[in-house]
């Protein structure tokens, strides 16, 4: 059984930068694909990006691409998601989900096994 603690989230103007983590425990996270989904109030969950176990691959929504980074630390169990030139709309609960076979990336979150509880990102304009 894998637990996934998200930290990081809080208030930011529009334009500023956050970066979310996520701790997870178990021995066998380094095998496995992570992802960082998002959720607003009465919205349908949404795919942000994803990376393999290795961190050879990632890829991301195409809102934003070029703003945001994925990156993980196998060695300390650590997801994170480096979001740049925030804006409003960026506003949700995001969530950290991770899946057993890491060999591949999935942007739908019914091919994740594992998920944390979120954490808020509030953007002001």
């Known amino acids: 059984q894998v637990q996934l603690v998200e930290s990081g989230g809080g208030l930011v103007q529009a334009g500023g930068s956050l970066r979310l983590s996520c701790a997870a425990s178990?021995?066998?996270?380094?095998?496995?694909?992570m992802g960082w989904f998002r959720q607003a109030p009465g919205k349908e969950r949404e795919f942000v990006a994803t990376?393999?176990?290795?961190?050879?691959?990632?890829y991301y929504t195409d809102s934003v691409k070029g703003r945001f980074t994925i990156s993980r630390d196998n060695a300390k169990n650590m997801v994170y998601l480096q979001m740049n030139s925030l804006k409003p709309e960026d506003t949700d609960v995001y969530y950290c989900a991770g899946r057993r076979d890491g060999g591949y990336y999935y942007t739908q979150g019914m091919k994740y096994d594992y998920w944390g509880r979120g954490t808020q990102v509030t953007v002001s304009s």
């Open positions: 990376i393999i176990w290795s961190g050879g691959n990632t």
């Open positions: 178990g021995r066998t996270f380094s095998s496995y694909a």
